[in-house]
T-cell receptor
Framework: QQQVKQSPQSLIVQKGGISIINCAYE??????FPWYQQFPGKGPALLIA?????SEKKEGRFTISFNKSAKQFSLHIMDSQPGDSATYFC??????????????FGTGTRLQVTL | EPEVTQTPSHQVTQMGQEVILRCVPI?????FYWYRQILGQKVEFLVS????????KSEIFDDQFSVERPDGSNFTLKIRSTKLEDSAMYFC??????????FGNGTRLTVT
């Protein structure tokens, strides 16, 4: 019940295209859903996060769409650039600020943006 | 921008040996974590630490593992008797309020 399922495992998108990565969860107690970006040899870095009281959050070219009833959330990268090539992890936790909440990560999506 | 610093970047050890992985969290952060990532797999939670004690630990974090904040700046993960399956990238993370987490660049542990 603690799992977060992520798809696809890998994704190739042309420069300027839209990258879409999907995640699904089972535990309805999750109330914080961040996306992390990881470059080779580096730690995960927070990209964008959402809480279930909103259905969408946009920051620049990155948008999270959240469907509470379906227990799904997705990351959309608009106008994908070669510099976006990285591994993307969705995650979920119970509680956020004020608690030492653990993140449950998805299995990751390796994104490659081609010229 | 402040960073979480981890040392060493790569540690090679023999099975059965003890290792200590070191982390310097961001200075005003109060919550500390260790995660690990086996090559090519997802990032897994090991332990969280707040107010000088463990807040939560996963089933991976058995008696062979321990954490310590020996002074005001360092946060360490000790593995007492390493096994081959402990080979992974270990990430330290810190947070001012519990979220969001700021990760270091990791220590690659290779157990031979």
């Amino acid at each position: 019940q603690q799992q977060v399922k992520q798809s696809p495992q890998s994704l190739i998108v042309q420069k300027g295209g839209i990258s879409i990565i999907n995640c699904a969860y089972e535990n309805t107690a999750f109330d914080y859903f961040p996306w992390y970006q990881q470059f080779p040899g580096k730690g995960p870095a927070l990209l964008i996060a959402i809480r279930p009281d909103v259905s969408e959050k946009k920051e620049g070219r990155f948008t999270i769409s959240f469907n509470k009833s379906a227990k799904q959330f997705s990351l959309h990268i608009m106008d994908s650039q070669p510099g976006d090539s990285a591994t993307y992890f969705c995650a979920a936790s119970i509680g956020w600020a004020g608690t030492a909440s653990k993140l449950t990560f998805g299995t990751g999506t390796r994104l490659q943006v081609t010229l | 921008e402040p960073e979480v610093t981890q040392t060493p970047s790569h540690q090679v050890t023999q099975m059965g040996q003890e290792v200590i992985l070191r982390c310097v969290p961001i200075s005003n952060h109060l919550y500390f974590y260790w995660y690990r990532q086996i090559l090519g797999q997802k990032v897994e939670f090991l332990v969280s630490f707040y107010n000088n004690e463990i807040s939560e630990k996963s089933e991976i974090f058995d008696d062979q593992f321990s954490v310590e904040r020996p002074d005001g700046s360092n946060f360490t993960l000790k593995i007492r008797s390493t096994k081959l399956e402990d080979s992974a990238m270990y990430f330290c993370a810190s947070s001012p309020t519990g979220s969001p987490l700021h990760f270091g660049n990791g220590t690659r542990l290779t157990v031979t």
